[in-house]
């Protein structure tokens, strides 16, 4: 499961794209300026709402980034996932700059995709969190190749009120999710009130979480469960199954609907969503599981052999920079990596910061585990206890 897949948020989260691409460009005086190719996710070339500079709205990276930067021209166009991105760019796609996340990034570098990073042209770079700066997939032999600009949390989401009309105990955990009936919910005349992710990678990770096992125990980047482990966490998931109402495919979608009619009270989360909920007047209630979240760390990179590679550093950096950065908290809700922005955000909003952890990424960051692909071998064997925990 993708980065957008399990965190959609107020800019629309993932769009498949069957054939050929939306392409964005300021044609105006084009002759003049300096072209920089961008392939990148629709919600960072699309703004929804629009973006805010000096007075002025303006709904899409192009317009935006050539009233900042005039002798510039953005050429724009979007992939609804990463497998697509990685595909396009073998193939031969145009681009200078790409918005991958940290769980492609040793596809992008095995298939000589992504180019040395001169952090030394980025004015934003030493205003990050340092714990940014040092993430593996950030530097691939002792070199930048990918710069992180906003982050999220998978943990739990519950209806609080719901909890307590009913006598249940407040969820703090991954084994929480997995042990319901330890919370009370046998008392319930339905107990089927919680949803799952269809989805082995997602669904394995999170017992896996709860079962306290190391998930990239070898800190290669690369997700690996021995078979007993992985034995372990299917009959965890089993024994979950009579409280579950549905997997789903687009929990993301599901999950507010669902919560907001009491259909489910517990489920698989994120900040924004329960945010979103508790300005509809629901009480929704986000939670980092005691055993750490899943957590996405996305960003962007510069292609290898970029026709325009010093001018693509103008524009990575202005992802990392204060326009880009604040509307990805305030709007997206996005955790984001420039510590100079968050700092300005407490001044301005601290009630965002305090709900988001913006200025605690060390704290959120502490426990749990990266998205990272999995080890050679191990999808098929996920897959394989994903087929028995349906099935049974």
Request: glycine content about 8%; some cysteine; proline content about 5%.
């Amino acid at each position: 499961m993708d980065r957008r897949k399990f965190l959609a948020v107020a800019g629309g989260g993932a769009i498949a794209i069957a054939a050929g691409y939306f392409i964005l460009s300021n044609m105006g005086g084009q002759g003049e300026k300096k072209t920089i190719y961008l392939y990148t996710w629709e919600e960072e070339m699309n703004f929804d709402p629009p973006v805010e500079y000096e007075g002025k709205s303006y709904d899409n990276i192009t317009d935006l980034f050539a009233a900042v930067n005039p002798e510039y021209n953005v050429v724009a166009s979007y992939y609804g996932d990463q497998d697509r991105m990685v595909a396009d760019l073998l193939a031969g796609k145009k681009a200078d700059v790409i918005a991958p996340c940290v769980d492609y990034i040793p596809t992008l570098v095995e298939n000589d995709l992504l180019a040395e990073i001169d952090t030394g042209m980025l004015e934003n770079w030493n205003k990050m969190f340092p714990i940014f700066q040092d993430i593996q997939g950030v530097k691939v032999n002792g070199k930048v190749v990918f710069i992180p600009t906003n982050y999220g949390y998978e943990g739990l989401a519950y209806r609080a009120d719901i909890f307590e009309q009913n006598g249940l105990e407040s969820p703090s955990s991954w084994m929480d999710f997995f042990q319901p009936w330890e919370l009370g919910f046998d008392k319930l005349d339905n107990p089927r009130k919680l949803l799952m992710p269809d989805d082995s990678y997602i669904g394995i990770a999170m017992a896996a979480l709860a079962l306290g096992y190391n998930l990239d125990a070898n800190g290669d980047g690369l997700w690996e469960l021995t078979d007993e482990q992985l034995e372990n966490c299917k009959e965890l998931l089993i024994n979950q199954k009579p409280y579950v109402l549905k997997y789903s495919e687009e929990v993301d979608v599901e999950m507010p609907n669902l919560m907001s009619v009491g259909d489910v009270i517990f489920s698989i989360g994120w900040a924004p969503e329960a945010l979103s909920l508790q300005d509809e007047g629901i009480d929704a209630v986000f939670v980092l599981p005691d055993e750490g979240p899943l957590t996405f760390l996305c960003g962007n990179a510069i292609v290898a052999n970029a026709e325009n590679y010093e001018d693509a550093h103008k524009l990575v950096d202005f992802y990392l920079g204060p326009v880009i950065q604040k509307y990805f908290a305030t709007e997206y809700w996005y955790g984001i990596t420039n510590e100079a922005v968050v700092n300005l955000l407490k001044e301005e909003d601290p009630e965002l910061v305090d709900s988001l952890l913006l200025d605690k990424p060390q704290q959120a960051l502490a426990k749990g585990a990266f998205e990272y692909p999995l080890a050679e071998g191990q999808e098929e064997l996920w897959e394989e206890v994903w087929d028995e925990v349906r099935g049974a």
